[in-house]
């Protein structure tokens, strides 16, 4: 487009109407308001939930400790049928672990298929001593701050597009409110000529 060339947006062409190019121009806001506030919505949720997560993991390092355990029993080997991801779920054999005090700890532990007995791992116990998960790692932070992010801007082009929507149907109302008028002023020459 020519420099000066917005306020004449399709004024050349004889068959645009007014509410065409107030149309054409109200979309071309739209579409430069949704795209900042996608931005914005994006940038400021997805920190967010960087800053929630990253709390979450400092309390989840504050409460739980890791142990080394010996396994007890051989896992069960991979079974050569595999889910379609490849991957096999983890089975449950008992482990054993010193506890602070010097008493021996026996849980239940879910290890990879085809662990061997006697071999080591490491355990994560809660403030109770009862086993719990790792906690979440720099993967796990930046994908829920990426998700969250995501989100954000697809709340805001959700919006956007129904606007568009909205806008869309008000200009064709007025369109065909246009061409009934218009309709209604050139019928009485096209019925004399018939």
Same mark, same amino acid.
């Given at each position: ?17 007014? /509410? ?5 121009? *109200? ?5 430069? &308001?949704?795209?900042?506030?996608? !931005?914005? *919505? ?6 967010? +939930? *960087?800053?929630?997560?990253?709390? &979450? ?27 379609? !991801? ?5 089975? #449950? ?11 021996? /700890? ?6 990879? #298929? ?30 829920? +701050? ?6 954000? +801007?697809?709340? +805001? ?7 568009? /929507? &909205?806008?869309? &149907? ?25």
């Amino acid at each position: 487009m020519r420099a000066g060339s917005w306020g004449r947006a399709g004024s050349h062409n004889p068959l645009k109407r007014g /509410v065409d190019i107030l149309e054409t121009r *109200l979309l071309f806001l739209l579409c430069a &308001v949704v795209f900042g506030c996608a !931005s914005v *919505l994006g940038v400021m949720n997805g920190m967010a +939930a *960087l800053h929630h997560e990253q709390s &979450v993991v400092e309390q989840q390092r504050a409460t739980r400790h890791a142990v080394t355990a010996e396994i007890l029993r051989d896992a069960a080997k991979p079974s050569p049928l595999f889910d379609e !991801s490849g991957r096999s779920e983890r089975v #449950p054999v008992p482990v054993r672990w010193t506890a602070a005090g010097g008493a021996h /700890v026996t849980a239940e532990a879910r290890v990879a #298929p085809g662990a061997e007995r006697g071999e080591h791992m490491t355990v994560w116990l809660d403030r109770t001593g009862r086993i719990t998960s790792a906690p979440s790692d720099g993967r796990d932070i930046w994908a829920t +701050a990426v998700l969250g992010g995501l989100s954000g +801007a697809a709340v +805001a082009v959700g919006a956007g597009a129904l606007a568009g /929507v &909205v806008l869309r &149907v008000v200009c064709d109302r007025c369109r065909s409110a246009g061409w009934e008028a218009e309709w209604s002023r050139v019928e009485p020459e096209w019925n004399r000529r018939t």
